[in-house]
C-alpha cells in the first residue's frame, strides 16, 4: 500500500497533550516503530511528519576507526576469522613458556 493512499483514507485527532496517533498503515508504509523519531513542520496550512534517524555525536566513527572497521569486513570476506567457540578454547589453555634455543 502507498502512504498517499493511507494517508486519504486514516484520521487520527490531537489528544489532551497534543498527541497524535499515526494510523498502523501509514506506520507500516513508513517503516516506523515504536521509540523512533519523526521530524514535525508546518507546511501549506497542513502538518508534514518525516521519520528521522537521530545520531549521537560520540557514536560516530572516528577516520581511524573507520579504517579498522573496513580492514574487518574485508578480513571477514576472505574468511580470515576465528569463531567464538575457537576464541574461548584458546583463552582458557594455559600459556606455554617456549625457550629460545642458544645459539
Known amino acids: 500500500?502507498?502512504?498517499r493512499y493511507a494517508e486519504k483514507t486514516a484520521f487520527s485527532r490531537v489528544g489532551k497533550r497534543r498527541q497524535v496517533v499515526i494510523p498502523k498503515r501509514v506506520c507500516?508504509?513508513?517503516g516506523?516503530?515504536?521509540?523512533?523519531f519523526v521530524?514535525?513542520?508546518?507546511?501549506?496550512?497542513g502538518v508534514l511528519i518525516k521519520p528521522?534517524?537521530?545520531?549521537?555525536?560520540?557514536d560516530v566513527l572516528t577516520p581511524k576507526e573507520q579504517a579498522q572497521v573496513r580492514r574487518g569486513e574485508a578480513?571477514?570476506?576472505r574468511g580470515e576469522y576465528v569463531?567464538?567457540?575457537?576464541?574461548?578454547h584458546e583463552l582458557d589453555r594455559p600459556a606455554v613458556k617456549r625457550?629460545?634455543?642458544?645459539?
Not at 52 to 58: E, H, I, T, W, Y
Open 32 to 36: 516506523l516503530q515504536e521509540g523512533d
Open 39 to 45: 521530524e514535525v513542520q508546518s507546511a501549506r496550512g
Open 1 to 3: 500500500m502507498s502512504v
Open 83 to 88: 569463531t567464538l567457540h575457537q576464541l574461548r
Open 52 to 58: 528521522k534517524k537521530l545520531v549521537d555525536a560520540d
Open 99 to 103: 625457550r629460545r634455543k642458544r645459539v
Open 28 to 30: 507500516q508504509a513508513l
Open 75 to 77: 578480513q571477514l570476506r
